[in-house]
């Protein structure tokens, strides 16, 4: 499954994806934060992620 940004922003979708083993790609905001180390720790998704070039 894809889905833009206003379905990557709800997590119950998500999890239930998730619970149903179906694969999926979502996009997100920059500002969300995003579970790392297990879930012990919150950052935001554009300080995780490498920026994707420009087209000139």
Known sequence: MI????YGADPSLRGDLEQRGIGYVLAVGCDRRAAVNDGRTLIRVD???????RRE
């Open 47 to 53: 300080e995780h992620t490498d920026p994707i070039p």
């Open 3 to 6: 889905g833009d940004e206003v």
